[in-house]
């Protein structure tokens, strides 16, 4: 593990060397870098050079977030954004994006960009980046301020979309900054989805509630379900969306003692199906691939999936509803939390189960000579392969609402 501090600039650990650094003079490079020789004083080498060359990779991967103020579109330092060759068919692996100073809240992908969120430890929509990044390497922008962080992100072959705003609406931008839409019509009730093309979101206008599913490619917007927020005085929200690979699922969690109800719809099918579900009053939902994955108290989690008349348990019907964040075709993820540290774990179709991250450095995640608080953030997919955002931060500063020692990271770990 080498770690290269940059001055004032962000510092990167790195477990491998970078797959596309280029060859810097040291001097050059190092006044690129802040200013001034190289830190420790030694003679410019080969290696010095690789070093501040890997400074400026930090710069195009974390941006000026410690310190100065982060490139603009027009004038982002390039370099790689993996931090090395991966011997998996699947794509990078390791801790993909370090930064320091802020944390990474949101994250998504598609097979050529990585985008992430980054902001302090208890941020604002003033104060919160949208970053993106190419798989391969290549230039790190901005792309968006003033950031909804830890509220959804997508990204698709031609739109990076977002949410912003106050009230908060849900915007996309195109991947090279030119033009920047805002998708929806009302206040956003709940996170974004997304599974290859598709986006979908809740909004509110008025008295109605309204589930969209917008075809990014195609730019084609289908209407998935249109109700009022209160019926005879019974009153709903909507507090999560989930896209399967046969339709869109969406919850309508009671205000008050009335059932709640979990509510899905396939891509071609007719009309919305509902669960009624009595005695919870807003049941967990979270994403699958298969369907609706959601927890009921006294039920514990249980699965919807479409093509099934009726839902069914899980292998974790008596878990608490903490634990499990996401199922996709036959892994199911699961976060396990040890005060403010937190472990990624996969269970596998075969049973056995996988640590994909973990605060003993699995995965690329940034380790600490101190206690330190590791906070899982989000989890996005490249294909079959998980992403996952992350915010360390030294337990004291934690304690202290401070973002002294404050850093964030996307790692990405095979399942198998």
Not at 46 to 63: E, T
Not at 245 to 271: E, K, M
Not at 385 to 392: H, I
Request: hydrophobic share 40%.
């Amino acid at each position: 593990m080498t770690t290269i501090d940059c001055g004032a600039w962000p510092s990167v650990t790195l477990g491998r060397m970078p797959a596309l650094v280029r060859r810097v003079p040291a001097k050059a490079a190092a006044r690129r870098c802040g200013g001034g020789a190289p830190r420790s004083g030694r003679p410019a080498s080969a290696i010095g050079a690789l070093a501040v060359a890997l400074c400026l990779s930090a710069l195009g991967v974390s941006g000026c977030l410690n310190g100065g103020s982060p490139p603009k579109r027009s004038a982002s330092a390039s370099g790689a954004l993996e931090p090395g060759r991966s011997s998996s068919p699947g794509g990078p692996t390791g801790a993909l994006v370090l930064t320091r100073g802020v944390g990474v809240g949101s994250v998504a992908a598609d097979r050529r960009h990585l985008v992430w969120v980054v902001g302090p430890s208890e941020p604002t929509d003033a104060n919160t980046t949208l970053r993106q990044g190419k798989f391969g390497g290549g230039k790190t922008v901005t792309l968006a301020r003033g950031v909804r962080m830890g509220y959804g992100l997508a990204s698709t072959t031609g739109w990076v979309v977002y949410p912003g705003g106050v009230p908060p609406s849900l915007k996309a931008v195109r991947h090279d900054g030119s033009r920047t839409r805002v998708l929806s019509r009302g206040a956003l009730l709940a996170p974004p989805a997304s599974r290859g093309e598709r986006v979908a979101w809740a909004e509110q206008e008025g008295d109605r509630q309204r589930v969209i599913v917008h075809d990014m490619a195609r730019d084609k917007r289908w209407l998935a379900a249109d109700m009022p927020r209160c019926v005879r005085s019974k009153c709903y929200r909507i507090d999560a969306v989930t896209l399967a690979d046969r339709g869109v699922v969406f919850d309508r969690g009671a205000i008050g003692p009335q059932a709640s109800v979990v509510v899905r719809r396939g891509f071609s099918g007719a009309r919305p199906a509902r669960l009624v579900l009595r005695h919870v009053a807003q049941p967990q939902l979270v994403p699958s691939s298969a369907g609706a994955l959601y927890y009921a108290t006294g039920h514990g989690w249980r699965r919807w999936d479409f093509g099934e008349a009726r839902p069914r348990g899980t292998p974790f019907r008596r878990a608490r509803p903490a634990p499990l964040v996401a199922y996709e075709h036959g892994h199911w993820l699961l976060v396990r939390r040890h005060g403010c540290e937190s472990v990624l774990v996969a269970r596998l179709p075969s049973g056995r189960r996988r640590v994909l991250a973990s605060p003993s450095g699995a995965g690329g995640m940034p380790t600490r000579q101190y206690s330190a608080c590791h906070f899982f953030q989000a989890l996005a997919w490249r294909g079959r392969r998980p992403l996952s955002a992350w915010t360390v931060i030294p337990a004291a500063s934690a304690e202290a609402h401070s973002n002294r020692g404050l850093t964030g990271a996307v790692l990405a770990t095979p399942l198998g």
